[in-house]
Each structure stands twice: as structure tokens, then as C-alpha cells.
């Protein structure tokens, strides 16, 4: 660990301690089982299911079978045992879809992460808890018309990005349908003043953002290994280890605000280091693989991650191909668009720990970390608190990450407004040019909401993204063309900014994103990211 991580974990309650000590046990860290209280079994068997530990900690205590007490191991095992009943269920569902597409096609699909592992080895420990099946099919449409023979129905837009589809049977199970497979790609800069927060106050234009190599289904397909119990299609090791590497960096790299447990979930860290055991592992091809997909910034990730949470170096002796030096200085930014599209790079520090579960107190400038903030003070009821950025006015704020393209200008107006039952806010920016949509994201942290505006179509899309209670905490979001500017609306009850209706006063931190996007989720034309502390 670095000096910086030592330190914050230093600030971490010694309950924080154990219950972290209690996940990378349970994921094969070597060391004794940590002594937990009575009182902190309850918040380690939530963070068990959170990281999806439940198979691996029942195989570390039946070799350690003191470790815990009986009627804690008979709850995870309870619960585990309906894990793997939905996980043979979800087989069963890919395994027909499989069945399907081959018949119809003769192109199956490729499922990704999941049950890999378990149908790779046979050992239903490997088993974990998953919310859908993924998958990569030759012709998207027609796996979406596979899926919906097995009572499954479209839900929410169809072809953003990766994800063609998602569909959901009656029951709620989902499944999603992508159309490639997305290996995240950092930028070649070496100098880490350039991701740097301390070294860019003020106005910051970054022209670093993610790039990324789209693996489709046809080069997959050549890695793809058969299993016949359950007959589901699974990647071989090699290629799983990309799959699942990539899939972590790209949760960590959108999360500036980590959540409160499971940011990164350790069985997918654990998932990398017994791939990388099996015994069909092929060094060789994972090396072809490391070049044809340029996977080398997702690869020094997660081999960061094994060295400091469990212990170890699943791929070590790797040559070097250029992102050694991410590996060595753990240098690994986030976006602070949470979306991961077309953001803003930016070094925060590397807080591995802070991945697994979160410190207890948690206050908006520890929160924000490194970053410049400009403060707003909003405790005045109903009093109208106006802000503006990249406006070049005397009242504007000081700080802000921003990019445009040549000739295009930006520049934020907002209003934030106290009431007794929460905060309204509104934001305008120019005017979207043609072709173009209007978007914002609200990210307080575990409370985020993200709205897209076309106004040649009048067309507005919002969504929560709240990690509690979203869709159902009372926030409401419109978009408009008003004084020739683009203009949003939110009103935030307290509980959809999860501060308590009976608090004296809380500082708010709000990553506050805007920007101009080519229709069709193309290329940012011109945006901002404002970090606020807002006091209320």
C-alpha cells in the first residue's frame, strides 16, 4: 500500500477494520479469521453477499470449521443455497437460449461472467449471486428474439453503447444483451500532473478521457470453451480474465463517490486469481489476447487489487508492455462523469480498501478527496443562491474541470433554492447545436440522477440512480429551452438527497456535470464538471 492509502485506512473504525480483514479472509487472503463482535456479524453477512462471498467463505470455514460460530455459517450457508438455485436457474435460461440461437442461427451466444467459473472448474463454491445473465450475440436482434421466447420482455431504450437490450421476465429476472464488449483503454500520459487536481485549480481543461477496444462477438467466439453440465457457453480462462478485469475497472473508473460496501466486488478479484490457476490457463494466449485487446491498464488494475487486498499476484511475471508504471505507482484514475462516457480523468488517489466497504464517517470534503471545491451556502430558507461557471463573471466559481471543442462555447448558469421539505435546483447551458443533446448529471454520492434533453425532438429522458430508494424517494426532473438556453429542473426532497429531515445542518457534496453530446450517445462537443460543497 501506499503511504496515502496507510493513512486513510488509519482514519477507519477498528469495527470498518475487521469487517474488511473478515471479506479478504473469506476471499483466500491467507491469516487467520478475523475476530468479529457479536454486534458486527449482522453487517458482515450484508457485506458477504454484497462482495458475492458467501460460496468461498462456507469453503474457507469448512476448512477452518472454528472459525466463525455454527448458527453464523448455517445463515450463510441458508442463504447460499438459494444463490445456487438461481444460479442453476440462470443457466438453465442460457443453456435454452444457447439451444435456440444454434438451431435458428448457428451462432450461439457468448454469456460473460456469471457462472464462468463454476462451469469452468465443476465446484459450487465458485457459485455467486448475480442479478442477470450478459450476453454478446452475432446478431443482437435476434438473441433479443431468442430471449423473449423464454417469457422475457424488452425494458427501457434499446442500443446504448454496449448494451443492445435489456430484458426482464415477470419474476424480475434480468437479461442483458450486448453487442460487443467494451476492454477500457487509459491514456498514454505518463505525467501525473496532468490527472492531477493539486497541480489544476481553477478552471482545468482535461483533454484526457477513456478510450476502449471493442471485443465483438466474432473474435470471442474463437475463445469461447463448451460445458456440458449445466450446457451453458462460457469463455475459456484466458479470455474470462479480460472479461472480468474490465468489468471491475470500468465499476471503479465510474464511481469518483465510492459506495458504501462493494464499489469492487472481491469475488471478482478472487474470480481473476483462480482463472489464472486453472489448469487450462494458456500463458501464450493470454499474452496474444494482451495485445489484441490492448487490455493492459485493466490487467495492472486488477493485479494492483489481488497484491493489496489478497495478497498475491495472479499474473506475475507479465513483460512489461507500457501500463507497468500504473502497476508500480498505482496510478488508476476515475471519471468524474460517472458514466464513463467521454469524461474527465482524474487521479484521486489509490484507496483500495475504500472499495471493499467505506469509512463510517464520511463528510463531504473526504468524499471529494483532492478535488478543488467551491462552496455554496444554501442554509437560508427559500432564498434564491445563484452560481455560474466558465462564464468569465466576477460571481462565477472558482473550479471546474471542463473541455470543448475548438470554437464551441460553454458556460453554466444554476440556482439552488433551500425549502422545508428539501432543494430545487436549476441548471442552464447554451443551447445543444443540432444533431446534438443537452445532458446533466446531479452526483451526490450514494444519490445520483442523470437527465438528457433533445430539443429538436422536445424530448427529455431522467433516471435515478440512487443506490437507496430510487424512483421512490420523491424527485421529480424537467428540461426546457427558456431565454435561448437549455434548462433543467430538479426538486429533491431531503430523502432523495438522503440527508435526515430532523439534521441541524449537512454539507452536501454534488458533482455537478453538464455538457453538449452528439445524438446516439456520440462524442462530447463541450462540457464541465463543477465539485460543490453545498451547506444546507
Not at 147 to 161: F, K, M, N, Q, S
Not at 175 to 202: C, F, K, M, T
Not at 232 to 254: K, S
Not at 317 to 324: A, Q
Request: glycine share 8%; charged share 25%.
Amino acid at each position: 500500500m501506499t503511504e496515502q492509502t496507510s493513512a486513510m485506512a488509519a482514519t477507519s473504525s477498528d469495527r470498518v477494520r475487521r469487517l474488511r480483514e473478515g471479506l479478504v479472509w473469506a476471499a483466500g487472503r491467507p491469516g487467520a479469521a478475523p475476530d468479529l463482535h457479536e454486534a458486527e456479524l449482522p453487517p458482515f453477512l450484508e457485506a458477504l453477499d454484497a462482495h458475492r462471498l458467501d460460496g468461498r467463505f462456507l469453503r474457507r470455514c469448512a476448512a477452518e470449521p472454528d472459525a466463525f460460530p455454527a448458527e453464523f455459517t448455517a445463515a450463510v450457508a441458508e442463504r447460499f443455497a438459494g444463490v445456487q438455485a438461481g444460479v442453476r436457474s440462470q443457466s438453465e435460461v442460457a443453456a435454452s437460449v444457447s439451444a435456440r440461437l444454434s438451431r435458428d442461427t448457428g451462432h450461439p451466444p457468448i454469456v460473460l461472467k456469471g457462472s464462468t467459473l463454476w462451469q469452468i472448474t465443476g465446484d459450487p463454491y465458485t457459485m455467486r449471486r448475480s442479478g442477470d445473465i450478459d450476453f454478446v450475440g452475432a446478431d443482437p436482434e435476434a438473441t433479443v428474439e431468442a430471449v423473449t421466447a423464454e417469457d422475457y420482455r424488452r425494458h427501457g431504450p434499446v442500443d446504448i453503447l454496449d448494451e443492445y437490450a435489456e430484458l426482464r421476465s415477470e419474476a424480475g429476472r434480468i437479461i442483458e444483451v450486448h453487442s460487443y464488449y467494451e476492454i477500457p483503454r487509459l491514456p498514454a500520459e505518463r505525467d501525473r500532473r496532468r490527472y492531477s487536481p493539486a497541480a489544476n485549480p481553477g478552471g482545468w481543461r482535461q483533454e484526457l478521457r477513456l478510450s476502449g477496444h471493442r471485443w465483438e462477438y466474432a473474435h470471442l467466439d474463437r475463445h469461447r470453451a463448451r460445458t456440458a453440465d449445466p450446457p451453458a457457453l462460457v469463455l475459456r480462462p484466458e479470455a474470462a480474465i479480460f472479461v472480468n478485469a474490465a468489468h471491475m475497472f470500468g465499476d471503479y473508473v465510474r464511481t469518483p463517490f465510492v459506495w458504501p460496501k462493494g464499489t469492487i466486488k472481491l469475488d471478482e478479484v478472487a474470480t481473476v486469481c483462480d482463472l489464472a490457476d486453472h489448469s487450462a490457463f494458456d500463458r501464450g494466449l493470454f499474452l496474444r489476447l494482451l495485445h489484441e485487446l490492448d487490455g493492459h491498464d485493466v490487467i495492472a488494475f486488477v493485479r494492483a487489487l489481488a497484491l493489496d487486498l489478497l495478497g498475491r499476484d495472479p499474473l506475475p511475471g507479465l513483460p512489461d508492455t507500457g501500463s507497468d508504471w500504473r502497476l508500480r505507482e498505482r496510478a488508476f484514475p476515475v471519471d468524474l462523469w460517472w458514466d464513463g462516457v467521454d469524461g474527465y480523468l482524474v487521479d484521486l488517489g489509490w484507496h483500495p480498501e475504500q472499495l471493499l466497504i467505506r469509512d463510517e464517517q464520511v463528510s463531504a470534503e473526504t468524499v471529494l478527496y483532492g478535488l478543488h471545491v467551491n462552496a455554496l451556502d444554501a442554509t437560508a430558507p427559500d432564498r434564491e443562491l445563484r452560481f455560474s461557471a466558465l462564464d468569465g463573471s466576477a460571481a462565477a466559481v472558482e473550479h471546474a474541470v471542463f473541455r470543448t471543442e475548438k470554437g464551441a462555447a460553454f458556460s453554466v448558469a444554476g440556482t439552488v433554492v433551500r425549502h422545508p421539505w428539501g432543494l430545487s435546483i436549476e441548471v442552464a447551458l447554451p443551447p445543444a447545436p443540432t444533431g446534438c443533446m443537452s445532458a446533466i448529471s446531479l452526483n451526490f454520492g450514494d444519490y445520483r440522477y442523470e437527465g438528457f434533453y433533445t430539443p429538436e425532438d422536445d424530448d427529455y429522458r431522467w433516471d435515478d440512480y440512487s443506490l437507496f430508494n430510487p424512483d421512490a424517494n420523491g424527485a421529480d426532473s424537467g428540461a426546457f429551452r427558456r431565454a435561448g438556453r437549455d434548462t433543467f429542473s430538479f426538486t429533491l426532497p431531503w430523502d432523495a438527497l438522503g440527508v435526515s429531515k430532523d439534521a441541524a445542518a449537512a454539507a452536501l457534496p454534488l458533482l455537478l456535470g453538464v455538457r453538449h453530446q452528439r445524438l446516439r450517445w456520440g462524442p462530447m462537443r463541450a462540457g464541465a464538471v463543477i465539485p460543490l460543497r453545498i451547506s444546507v
